[in-house]
């Protein structure tokens, strides 16, 4: 079986895609989330993370929260959407895929594929721009979407209510 470097943004979210990957790859996932405001929900996100490595007896890398950069690129960029959320994308999916070179695993996920509420179409447009070293394995995830709701309930992993950005925080209250 091949091996797959599996970027996780948060634990409900990857459920699936594990369940759904499993059968053909060996997973590691990835956790690199820069982009995760404020800094309490970057540390509840991080722990239900290690807790669904726990469950799912699998290896998580877990790399350095660099917020302050993160911001600073995309201020300097633009935080117009979708740009900003093409700018996320880019950041953690081409960090995905200097890990799986520096580690030697030829192909790469990201459990973004699941989320109902994430922009499916422009993910694939990054993944396909930035992975120039891996095999990017897509999977819609979404059609499994209620299933990991109802796991990642009974399971007791913490669930948010936005992407995890500063300005979907911002929005979710505005509305």
């Not at 993160?70 to 999916?93: A, G, M, Q, W």
């Amino acid at each position: 079986m091949e091996d797959l470097l599996l970027h996780i943004c948060c634990a409900p979210c990857a459920i699936m895609p594990i369940k759904k990957l499993k059968n053909d790859f060996n997973i590691t996932g990835l956790f690199f989330n820069p982009n995760i405001h404020p800094y309490k929900e970057y540390l509840n996100r991080l722990d239900s993370v290690r807790k669904l490595s726990s469950d799912f007896d699998f290896e998580v890398l877990y790399l350095e929260y660099d917020y302050i950069n993160f911001l600073k690129t995309l201020f300097t960029n633009s935080t117009d959407e979708p740009k900003r959320c093409e700018y996320c994308y880019d950041v953690r999916l081409q960090k995905l895929d200097e890990i799986a070179k520096e580690r030697g695993i030829k192909n790469v996920s990201t459990s973004l594929l699941y989320s109902i509420y994430q922009k499916h179409e422009l993910i694939i447009e990054s993944a396909n721009k930035v992975i120039i070293n891996s095999k990017f394995v897509y999977e819609d995830f979404r059609p499994f979407y209620r299933d990991g709701v109802n796991e990642s309930i009974k399971s007791g992993y913490y669930r948010q209510s936005y992407c995890g950005c500063i300005f979907s925080n911002y929005d979710r209250y505005k509305k």
